[in-house]
T-cell receptor, first 113, second 115 residues
């Protein structure tokens, strides 16, 4: 099985409940943020992104909230399903710069049936 | 994502051996990246390339080298493998996302074990 994320913080939720995954970033100059989902044995997959001129952006069943004052990002998943079980990473960057993305350490989401 | 492929998917090697991990993409992106992933540490950037002639070191480039043979190909080499290079390696390509910033697309990963 996949050993990546063995020591990651874990969020356990019941199927159908809403999930909130949090991320703190350190670089106040970052102006672009992404959430990725990584399922066991696969590469990270893009979920949703947001620029710093927004504080909220919605996708299908997912919402990203950005609080630049405290450098905090969250991912909300509505009506969590078993297929949402994965490791979730936030990433930050300058939208127009040459610096590559910086990833957070990740959170494991476990959905209980 | 089938548009980004990595070979091999799994590799076992011995300390001191030279190995190469290969990445190919059909997305037509100029930017390509190599990351390693260790338990509890997320993704760490090894090298990145903004085009064929533009290659940059990431945060953990020591012990690694890269070659950008073409827009579609970016190879990672371990000149003399050591056990602490045992990890999961990901290649990625990027373009600009819906919010106007850079979005990366990842390959399936290569699991490397150095004995």
């Amino acid at each position: 099985g996949e050993s990546v994320g063995l020591h990651l913080p874990t969020l356990s939720v019941q199927e159908g409940d809403n999930s909130i995954i949090n991320c703190a970033y350190s670089n106040s100059a970052s102006d672009y943020f992404i959430w990725y989902k990584q399922e066991s044995g696969k590469g990270p997959q893009f979920i949703i992104d947001i620029r710093s001129n927004m504080d909220k952006r919605q996708g299908q069943r997912v919402t990203v909230l950005l609080n630049k004052t405290v450098k905090h990002l969250s991912l909300q998943i509505a009506a969590t399903q078993p297929g949402d079980s994965a490791v979730y990473f936030c990433a930050e960057n300058y939208s127009t710069g040459r610096r590559a993305l910086t990833f957070g350490s990740g959170t494991r989401l476990q959905v209980q049936p | 994502d089938a548009d980004v492929t990595q070979t091999p998917r799994n590799r076992i090697t011995k300390t001191g051996k030279r190995i190469m991990l290969e990445c190919s993409q059909t997305k037509g992106h100029d930017r390509m990246y190599w990351y390693r992933q260790d338990p509890g540490l997320g993704l760490r950037l090894i090298y990145y390339s903004f085009d064929v002639k533009d290659i940059n070191k990431g945060e953990i480039s020591d012990g690694y080298s890269v070659s950008r043979q073409a827009q579609a190909k970016f190879s990672l080499s371990l000149e003399s493998a050591i056990p602490n290079q045992t990890a999961l390696y990901f290649c990625a390509t990027s373009d600009f996302g819906l919010a106007g910033g850079e979005t990366q697309y990842f390959g399936p990963g290569t699991r490397l074990l150095v004995l």
